[in-house]
């Protein structure tokens, strides 16, 4: 197949790719099927991990066998990849640490990319039973559904998601914008994981979400959140041969009314550390 595949087939053959992952996900919860290590000596990986990277690998190379992945397990080096060609962008589990403790916030992310564009979403939470998915130009879905970014503009009633390292002397850095997020907001959630918490800001149900994560996290629900309306960039300045679309280091997603006052807040947080 080639790149020039309809967008709207593309689609239907990464939902039914992402709710057949889910299926094995949800087995492998059921049988209490699955091994744990730590990758890095720090991060969580659970051998379901690996075992549905490879049943969406397989999938991908029999339909699509001359274009690149990068995938959270088998293939996670940005740097031996094409970032500007038709590229699939696969977290076999986003949520590793959720599903390996039995929580519901678990998700499979796919997304294909083209000339550094994001094109289509795909974030199935099978333990939710909700698919969120989105066409680049054409809107986001739920379950089907239309869905719409909230409209709020005042901070301190918005509702704000975030993420933590698995690197330990990151974390300081990621308190002090905590305390300045939770002190302005109403409130946090730290839901364990990134696909769906930009999934939770397409719907309306978070108003806002920021955290530094790697393109399997991100690229699909970031899709799916532009699509629906919210407005996503960086802190900081991206890399030079980096697409934009693709970096996810001090990614920002928020209500558009949000933005001014979330980059505010996190840029004296900054601030703040680092004069401490």
Not at 11 to 24: M, V, Y
Not at 81 to 95: F, M, S, T
Not at 160 to 188: E, H, M, N, P
Not at 214 to 226: N, T, V
Request: with cysteine; aromatic share 6%; proline share 4%.
């Amino acid at each position: 197949m080639s790149s020039s595949l309809r967008l709207e087939e593309r689609l239907d053959f990464t939902l039914a790719l992402a709710r057949q992952a889910g299926e094995t996900i949800v087995a492998a919860r059921r049988e209490a099927s699955f091994a744990k290590s730590l990758k890095r000596g720090v991060e969580l990986v659970t051998d379901t991990d690996v075992a549905v990277d490879r049943q969406i690998a397989a999938a991908l190379d029999q339909r699509f066998p001359n274009e690149s992945r990068l995938t959270e397990e088998l293939t996670p080096d940005s740097r031996q990849v094409d970032l500007e060609a038709a590229l699939w962008i696969v977290d076999p589990i986003d949520g590793t640490v959720n599903f390996a403790h039995g929580h519901h916030h678990v998700a499979v992310s796919i997304a294909w990319a083209l000339d550094g564009e994001i094109q289509l979403g795909v974030v199935h939470a099978p333990f939710l039973d909700e698919t969120f998915s989105a066409i680049r130009g054409r809107g986001a879905w739920l379950n089907g559904a239309p869905i719409a970014a909230s409209s709020a503009d005042a901070f301190d009633e918005a509702l704000i998601a975030t993420g933590f390292s698995y690197t330990r002397a990151d974390r300081a850095k990621q308190v002090a914008r905590l305390a300045r997020v939770l002190d302005a907001g109403r409130d946090v959630r730290r839901n364990g994981s990134a696909a769906l918490d930009l999934c939770g800001v397409a719907c309306g149900r978070l108003d806002a979400y920021y955290e530094s994560v790697s393109p399997w996290d991100f690229a699909a629900g970031r899709l799916i959140a532009a699509e629906a309306g919210a407005l996503i960039g960086h802190l900081g300045p991206v890399p030079a041969g980096i697409p934009a679309e693709l970096h996810g280091e001090d990614l920002i997603c928020c209500a558009p009314k949000l933005e001014a006052q979330l980059r505010a807040l996190l840029a004296q947080a900054d601030r703040d550390f680092a004069a401490a």
